[in-house]
């Protein structure tokens, strides 16, 4: 646990998950990741992390390109970007190998920033590394990053009666000292 007195931290890209989960038509919930995040967590407690939005993977590899393209408009907001003042819980995890706390956050995405709460759950491991994971879905809504017009039109294209707009996402991230 001294690790936390001095480390900076990168995320461990392999050992980290982010998902979320769409529902069409009413009632087909399906899971969607991100295959590219990067991240990292400075001693002083400002976290970072940033999401290749063209590493999207739907399981289905046309729909990837539609979500690139009509969705996220990867050639002109090629990242998504969450930053957050995590002092708070690392201070709380010098004393404690786990903890939980309410972290608010700002979420950058499709040219629009919202603030976030982030419900966490922080694992100190016996090597130093942090396991942090979301104790519960947060959602996010398309209509506050501008991304309402692009579901619409994935919608369209797959002549489905209703994509939903809230979206919940999920993570667990793996953060090693660097
Ligand atoms: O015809 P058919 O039926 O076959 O049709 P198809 O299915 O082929 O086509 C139809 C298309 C469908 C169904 C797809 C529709 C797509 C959607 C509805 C997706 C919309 C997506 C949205 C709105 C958002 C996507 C989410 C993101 C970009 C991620 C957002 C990130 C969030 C909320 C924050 C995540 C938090 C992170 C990463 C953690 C932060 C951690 C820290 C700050 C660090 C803490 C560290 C320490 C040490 C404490």
Request: charged share 15%.
């Amino acid at each position: 646990l001294s690790n936390l007195a001095w480390a900076d931290w990168a995320l461990v890209s392999n050992q980290s998950a982010l998902t979320f989960v769409s529902t069409k038509a009413g009632n087909i919930a399906e899971v969607h990741k991100f295959s590219s995040i990067k991240g990292q967590v400075t001693a002083k407690g400002a976290a970072i992390i940033e999401i290749d939005l063209i590493s999207i993977d739907s399981a289905i590899p046309i729909r990837d390109e539609r979500m690139q393209k009509f969705l996220f408009e990867t050639a002109k907001f090629p990242k998504a970007k969450i930053v957050a003042d995590v002092s708070g819980v690392l201070k709380k995890s010098k004393s404690a190998a786990y903890v939980t706390a309410s972290v608010p956050a700002q979420l950058q995405l499709h040219g629009q920033e919202q603030s976030i709460t982030l419900e966490l759950a922080v694992a100190t491991l016996n090597d130093g590394q942090i396991m942090v994971s979301a104790t519960q879905p947060t959602i996010v809504n398309a209509s506050g990053f501008d991304l309402v017009a692009g579901i619409e039109k994935l919608r369209e294209i797959a002549g489905l009666p209703a994509i939903s707009h809230s979206v919940p996402v999920s993570f667990s991230l793996l953060f090693a000292p660097s």
